[in-house]
């Protein structure tokens, strides 16, 4: 198992900035990429980044230019910087893990999620 621990969420006004941070346990699982993703009332969660341990990323198109992926490696540690958030942000962000363990592959793990809540 994977044991993800997020934590960074919080209130913030429109246009302000919030890090998450979201630490991986060690395991014997190979962990091949992280990513966050988000859940809003009432809609389904959504993909917000990833990245690969190739170093590809990519962000939901709403994100693009506001939010930063990055990883370090040393730390099992991935982050998402988040500035000029909007109300439309709100959501609880979960961190997830894209693992494999031998010759199986796409094993995912969740973090237990971090509200973040954008008010206007």
């Known amino acids: 198992q994977v044991q993800l621990v997020e934590s960074g969420g919080g209130l913030v006004q429109a246009g302000g900035s919030l890090r998450l941070s979201c630490v991986a346990s060690?395991?014997?699982?190979?962990?091949?990429?992280m990513g966050w993703y988000r859940q809003a009332p009432g809609k389904q969660r959504e993909l917000v980044a990833f990245?690969?341990?190739?170093?590809?990323?990519r962000y939901e198109d709403s994100v693009k230019g506001r939010f930063t992926i990055s990883r370090d490696n040393a730390k099992n540690t991935v982050y998402l910087q988040m500035n000029s958030l909007k109300p439309e942000d709100t959501a609880v962000y979960y961190c997830?893990?894209?693992?494999?363990?031998?010759?199986?592959?796409?094993?995912?793990?969740w973090g237990q999620g971090t509200q973040v809540t954008v008010s206007s």
């Open positions: 060690e395991s014997a699982y190979r962990i091949n990429a």
């Open positions: 997830n893990a894209d693992t494999s363990l031998g010759n199986r592959y796409g094993i995912d793990f």
């Open positions: 990245l690969t341990n190739g170093g590809t990323i």
